[in-house]
């Protein structure tokens, strides 16, 4: 079974900063997708970013940017220029590609707060 | 597009009746639909995952007696909890996925049972 490990429960960054948040995840699988998630208070799950596993290239969407090690097996997530509305749970997931009818499997989520 | 809608976002009942939650796709249809599980400041735990047409498939721990899972049609899953107790309140979300393997979330229902 795949797990999702994110060690840090609680992130602070301050406004307009950068911060890394980080994702670690265990599989023996060779293909296989990777998400970011946002749950803010309202609790609706917002995807953030994907990554293929077969492609190298680190995927980014405006101010959020990843670091993926297949090799290490890490994926941790940049979000730069920070922002009061960036301040949410975020969830790493893994996500098999064998099989489409494989769930997402969540980490604990990190907390990240953003002060002004 | 790719909308999933959940309903009721909330609800309350009283110990020992059911309450049944529907996740619709509605501009889309969906091969698979999961049920995921949310206790406060935790993470999601999948429940079961529905096929439309055939039986859901529970995850360990979970019972399938208690928590129904009908998957009529392609753009319909719902979720009833039987006999519900207050262990049951909790925050419960659905997700449809189409043949692009990405995955939509309704916007979860919360449960409280009294």
């Known amino acids: 079974a795949q797990t999702v490990t994110q060690s840090q429960p609680e992130m602070s960054v301050q406004e307009a900063e950068t911060v890394t948040l980080s994702c670690t995840y265990d599989t023996s699988e060779s293909d296989y997708y990777l998400f970011w998630y946002k749950q803010p208070p309202s609790r609706q799950m917002i995807l953030v970013i994907r990554q293929e596993a077969y492609k190298q290239q680190n995927a980014t969407e405006n101010r959020f940017s990843v670091n993926f090690q297949k090799a290490a097996k890490s994926f941790s997530l940049k979000i730069s220029d920070s922002q009061l509305g960036d301040a949410a749970m975020y969830f790493c997931?893994?996500?098999?590609?064998?099989?489409?009818?494989?769930?997402?499997?969540f980490g604990k989520g990190t907390s990240l707060l953003v002060t002004p | 597009g790719a909308v999933v809608s959940q309903h009721p976002s909330w609800v309350i009942c009283k110990s020992g009746t059911s309450v049944k939650i529907e996740c619709r796709s509605l501009d889309f249809q969906a091969t698979t639909m999961f049920w995921y599980r949310q206790f406060p400041k935790q993470s999601l735990m999948l429940m079961a995952t529905s096929n439309e047409g055939s039986k859901a498939t529970y995850e360990q721990g979970v019972e399938k007696d208690k928590f129904l899972i009908n998957h009529a049609s392609l753009t319909l899953s719902t979720l009833t909890v039987t006999s519900a107790h207050p262990e049951d309140s909790s925050f419960y979300i659905c997700?449809?996925?189409?043949?692009?393997?990405?995955?939509?979330f309704g916007n979860g229902t919360r449960l409280t049972v009294t």
């Open positions: 997700s449809a996925e189409v043949h692009t393997r990405q995955s939509h």
């Open positions: 997931a893994y996500r098999s590609a064998v099989n489409s009818g494989y769930a997402l499997n």
